[in-house]
């Protein structure tokens, strides 16, 4: 039994080394899209706030999402990373502000 618990922790651990760099990127993906799916569902698609929370909920939940309707920006605040998107314009749709 303990030798097939060490094999499973090997082999958990190799899998993580050979994938450090995406689970090193996930947490800033989760809010990325968060904040940029929501501004698309919001201010390009013309939805209500409701919908578009269900849309981008995750698995993992978000710390912070939250709405600045005059100035057409999102937040989202996830896995300690936070990014904001903004709309652009009718053409232009939504993008992450840097």
Known sequence: MKRVVLLVVLGLSYWAWHERQALADFPDILAAYSAKEYCSCRFVMGFEP?????????????????EDSQQRLVTAEGLGQRHQAAWQGPREGCRLLP
């Open 50 to 66: 409701g919908y578009c929370q269900g849309y981008v909920k995750q698995w993992l939940a978000l710390s912070l999402l939250e």
